[in-house]
């Protein structure tokens, strides 16, 4: 059988060549001899009892086996959460359900058969009968019925931060806003869906795993603990990923399920998800309520908060458990100087697909929601939207700032960047443009919102105090041959956001030779150095950067000791760095290669010294790092569709050193149009009854490229104190910000009558052109002016 092609072979250029002319080699392109393939029956109900009775698609044509929950209960664990809270309830995700499916598209059966045609043949031989229960579709402390019945309710989590006497700052506040503030379920959509393929040795001893993942290491620590054997007996491998916004950043059933049925037939299983598929068995984003008061005196500056989150975690809390919403609870008291605050979650089960990680991770709940609050304080106290915000941001003196929820903001000058923003979208002549464009008519409107982003997931310590049961270090392998060609081994996940060009570029910087003769070796359990955390929490640069930038210096001050032996220098600080290689005291030089053969070669070496050029660093970081960020957006809406045309988005970022600024800005692009996606048109309803209205590619409206204007960059580098090269996060920027700043806009543009509509994401055409026709209804002689567009929106 096929071993399966490691990630990174080829040096950077040649890999972007590969991409752009086809060659990509993704877990669906690649099938041993004799695999067979499976196909998951899902449950069409919500909530029911069921019974399933599989002799017909036993004895149908091609199958090997067909299994259920008694199956695999048996013989295999329920996954383990990833990460839990401080009060948490017991809710096992099985791989099959037993007798009683809690959402539709919960696996119940399994066929495994020749090919794809006659596996789906056989599925739908499958006969469940389904004795329906009532469904919990709103989210509530005191929905029934319980979905599991020793839960006292139907409450998975509970957890809070507090600081100073929120209360009594609420109780002297000149104005407190209140609102709650709701981000709908949505769906990452990676291009290329999940997929499994496993297969196990002759002696049924030992597996190996391909799997379309973020989290290479997290997926073998769950397998070898639902499938009850040792991590050294599970190999994972990962293709190239094609896309995973966080969706992909934890263990599936799905991967313990075909290692399972693999080793049932004794043959190699593959299962590819269906994109239809994929939108019930896909961990969703988002899903989350923030009921919040902010309390403001009479010139804007914030006096106190408090925020009740409540968590849709769907039927199973599954790996990231309440994780989403203790971030939202945590973070929603944004850059602001905020001493008295109160943040409570409620993470509740219902009868809907599990949520999970999505760009963003509960941080574009906490901003939509903290971000609203201040706008709408801004409006009743008079206060330019930007100038209540330059009043409350912290000052670069005030930084490090422990928050309420104990996270430690560790560098910025948050109100330059506000200040760089503002002048270059010309922010009072836009708003006064807009004002003019509204009196004649049209529904024009300008908003704003500031966001953090925590990044640089770590340190383990601080990970295991939020209930993480994985740590946060990050080891990095550089080796160098005997020609002097380089090789970084990480145990990071490429999926298409450049992390093999920036890994390549920090070794080449390092170590002293050419990009083109640096290769990044990733996606294998067996070579590849342990990773606890995987390509999540926009680690990428800041941490895998950091240890391969140290793992990187501990190679070249090997190679120093090497040539300062070969020119003869009695000490290595006395050799200096030169573009080819190394230079003594006496003008001598020796090249990058002839101190690789050399080290090699084993010919002559200093005392005590090991042959060989390989370095290994683990790098811990002290704490997050938070990047910063500033959003203006122009919006017009069409009064007879009630669609938003988005003219103009001014995005300024800082997330500390920039080791690729063309990625960075590739980044925050990919997650704008994300954001832009989750505020305007992507979601993912439920019927009254608790089945999902989306379950295919007709039903889901992501932004296209007509939905999304130039975005102009405006950058500041603060290096973060808390990573070795001083980079920050750049993954989710974008997503976190843009549903605020569109809400305000638009929010500017309808007027207050119905502001209302935007504390509800998505804000969609249909929703905006009701609201309109309302206020028309109730305002019959209003007419709107034929007027010019002018320039409004466009760069200046």
Known sequence: MTSGRQVG???????????????????????????????????????????????????????HTVLVGADVRCATEPMAMMWTAQLQASAPTWCLAGDRVRYVGEPLAAVVA???????????????????LPAVVEPSAESRPLLYDDWPDNVFARTRFEAGDPQAALADAALVVAGRYTSGRVAGLPLETRGVRAAWDIGGESVTVWTSTQALHQVRASLAA????????????????????GNKTCAYIEETLVAFAARVVGRPVRWIE???????????????????????????????????????????????????????????????????????????????TPIGAYRGFGQPEATFAVER??????????????????????????LPYWTAAMMCLDSGNYSELLDLVADRVDWTRTKREAAQARAAGRLVGVGAACYLEASNFGPSAAAAMMGINNPGHDSAVVRMDAS??????????????????????????????PLDSVTVVCGDTQSCPYTGYASGGSRGAGVAGSAVMMASRGLRERMRVIAAHMLESADSATVHDTDAGFSGASGAQVTVGEVAEAAWRALDLPPDTQPGLESTYTYDPRNFAFTFGVVAAVVEIERDTGAV??????????????????????????????????????????????????QSMWDYFPPLPANVPPIELVHLETPSPFSLNGAKGAGEGGAIPLPAALANAIRDAIGSEQAHIVDTLPVTAERILAAIDSTASLHPARRPQKASPGALGRPR
């Open 645 to 694: 045309l988005v003219q103009r988005l001014v995005f300024g970022h800082d997330c500390g050193v920039q080791l690729n600024p063309a990625l960075v800005a590739g980044q925050v692009f990919g997650s704008t149009v994300q954001g832009i996606g989750a505020a305007l048109y992507e979601q993912l309803p439920y019927t009254d009854d608790g089945h999902p209205v989306v």
């Open 274 to 352: 269906s994109r239809s598929e994929a939108f019930t068995a896909t961990v969703h984003g988002r899903g989350t309520a923030v009921d919040l008061e902010l309390g403001l005196n009479a010139d804007g500056t914030i006096t106190g908060l408090r925020a009740s989150v409540v968590l849709d975690c769907g039927a199973t809390p599954y790996m990231a458990g309440a994780g989403s919403g203790v971030v939202t609870a945590a973070m929603v008291m944004g850059p602001y100087r905020i001493s008295n605050a109160l943040s409570e979650l409620v993470a509740v089960v219902t009868n809907k």
């Open 226 to 245: 639902t499938l009850r054997i040792p991590e050294g007996r599970v190999r994972v491998l990962v293709p190239d990923v094609g896309g995973a916004f």
């Open 9 to 63: 072979q080829s040096p950077p250029g040649i890999k972007l060549r590969r991409f752009a002319a086809g060659g990509g080699s993704y877990l669906a392109d690649e099938q041993a001899a004799g695999e067979l393939h499976l196909v998951v029956v899902r449950s069409r109900e919500p909530h029911a009892r069921i019974r399933v009775d599989t002799r017909k698609a036993r004895a149908a044509p091609g199958v």
């Open 114 to 132: 020749d090919d794809p045609y006659l596996a789906e043949d056989a599925a739908e031989l499958v006969e469940v009968t389904y004795d329906r």
């Open 373 to 398: 609050a201040i706008d709408e304080g801004a409006r009743r106290l008079e206060v330019d939207p930007m100038e209540i915000r330059r009043r409350n941001l912290l000052r670069p003196d005030e």
């Open 484 to 513: 002097a060609a380089v090789t970084v081994f990480t145990g990071q996940t490429p999926m298409g956001q450049g992390l093999e060009t920036v890994l390549a570029q920090v070794a080449a910087d390092e170590v002293g030779v």
